[in-house]
C-alpha cells in the first residue's frame, strides 16, 4: 500500500516534531540540574570565618555617634578585603569548575556569571550567581 500523507498525519509529524523538542530541552534541564546537584555536593563551600571575624574587635574608647559609625565602616571595608582577598583563588576556581562542568553537558549552553560577585562589589561569604543559557 502506498502511504498518503493527509491533514491528520501531518499534525501529528507536528506534535511528534514538538514532543521531541520539548523532549530534548527537558533532557538538557536535567543534566543542567545534575551538575549543579553535583557542584553542591563537591563545593560545599565553608568559609573558615564568621560574623566575628568580619566586625572585628570593636573598642569604644574615646568614640561617640558618628566617629564611631565611620571608624566602624572602615574597619569593616579593611575586613571584607582582607577576607576578599582570600576567597578570590577559590572563588576563581569555582567559576573554572562550574563552567567546565555545564558545558561538557550543554555544549550549547551559555555560561556567565552575575551579581554582586561578578562586579567585585560582594561580602564576605556571598553567592555566585550563574545564568545559564540553551540556544533555541
Same mark, same amino acid.
Given at each position: 500500500?502506498?502511504?498518503? @500523507? +493527509? =491533514?491528520?498525519?501531518?499534525? *501529528? ?13 527537558? $533532557?538538557? @534541564? +536535567? =543534566?543542567?540540574?545534575?551538575? *549543579? ?13 564568621? $560574623? ?85
Amino acid at each position: 500500500q502506498v502511504f498518503k @500523507q +493527509t =491533514k491528520n498525519t501531518k499534525q *501529528l509529524d507536528k506534535c511528534a516534531s514538538s514532543v521531541g523538542a520539548n523532549f530534548r530541552i527537558m $533532557l538538557a @534541564q +536535567t =543534566k543542567l540540574l545534575l551538575v *549543579l546537584a553535583m557542584l553542591m555536593v563537591l563545593f560545599q563551600w565553608k568559609t573558615n570565618h564568621d $560574623l566575628g571575624e568580619v566586625l572585628g574587635e570593636r573598642k569604644y574608647l574615646g568614640c561617640r555617634g558618628v566617629t564611631c559609625l565611620g571608624r566602624d565602616i572602615r574597619m569593616f571595608e579593611q575586613r571584607c578585603k582582607d577576607i576578599r582577598r582570600r576567597e578570590a583563588p577559590l572563588r576563581l576556581s569555582i567559576v573554572r569548575t562550574i563552567r567546565k562542568l555545564v558545558l561538557g553537558a550543554l555544549p550549547e549552553a551559555s555560561v556567565q556569571f552575575a551579581g554582586s560577585s561578578a562586579l567585585g562589589l560582594s561580602l564576605p561569604n556571598a553567592d555566585l550567581d550563574v545564568l545559564v543559557t540553551l540556544p533555541r
